[in-house]
């Protein structure tokens, strides 16, 4: 399978708990974007990586979350002291650098903080 | 501030019937503006960019500067058009890539 990858598909954890995410993006690609979606809403953007440099991080994102992308390939997402609001699907992205690039999207990561 | 606006959460219509999801943007320059979609169970996906000009499964969307309006259209609906649509462009100082709220498309048989 060649498409973007996101593990684990579920994660339960208990509020205060820490989790990570992983993403693996479609080889080529050099962007790469973290997205929350709620039941009812869009993709919410998070923050995007171009290569191993972050370029943009969303106000809406508390300190508690941070990502990596250390070699321009894969990318993680930590988030730290876990809370009932976390609870989303996290989904990733990738795409060509570019105008009019087309996003590819992982199956995403459903988060239940109980 | 750089957005697309979906003003439907819900658009029911019966299998033949007409289909327009509305999308309006607020964006300064030349936008680029695509239409994306998820039927149940899978995966988010590219339906159509508005560079190509291309009708993909029947629908397209015409970009309307004048009116900052970006709707996707289809004239004979099929129940498995059923799907969330969202509508999304590149913005911001970053450019990166926005959705909006969504429609699910809800095709009666």
């Known amino acids: 399978d060649t498409g973007v990858s996101q593990d684990p598909r579920h994660k339960i954890t208990k509020r205060g708990q820490n989790v990570t995410f992983r993403c693996d993006p479609i080889?080529?690609?050099?962007?790469l974007y973290w997205y929350r979606q709620t039941l009812g809403q869009g993709p919410e953007f998070l923050t995007y990586f171009q290569n191993e440099a972050q370029l943009e991080k969303s106000r809406l994102l508390s300190d508690r979350f941070s990502a990596e992308r250390p070699k321009g390939s894969f990318s993680t997402l930590e988030i730290q002291r876990t809370e009932q609001g976390d609870s989303a699907m996290y989904l990733c992205?990738?795409?060509?650098?570019?105008?009019?690039?087309?996003?590819?999207f992982g199956q995403g990561t459903r988060l239940t903080v109980v | 501030a750089q957005r697309v606006t979906q003003p439907e959460k819900l658009l029911s219509v019966f299998k033949g019937a007409p289909v327009e999801l509305k999308c309006n943007y607020s964006y300064s320059g030349s936008p680029e503006l695509f239409w994306y979609v998820q039927y149940s169970r899978q995966r988010l996906q590219l339906l159509l960019r508005h560079i190509s000009r291309e009708s993909i499964k029947g629908f397209t969307a015409d970009l309307n500067k004048g009116e900052t309006s970006f709707h996707l259209k289809k004239p004979f609906a099929q129940e498995e058009d059923s799907a969330m649509y969202y509508c999304a462009f590149y913005g911001g100082a970053t450019n990166k890539l926005i959705f909006g709220t969504g429609t699910l498309l809800a095709v009666q048989p």
């Open positions: 992205a990738s795409s060509e650098q570019g105008p009019n690039t087309e996003a590819f």
């Open positions: 080889s080529e690609h050099n962007r």
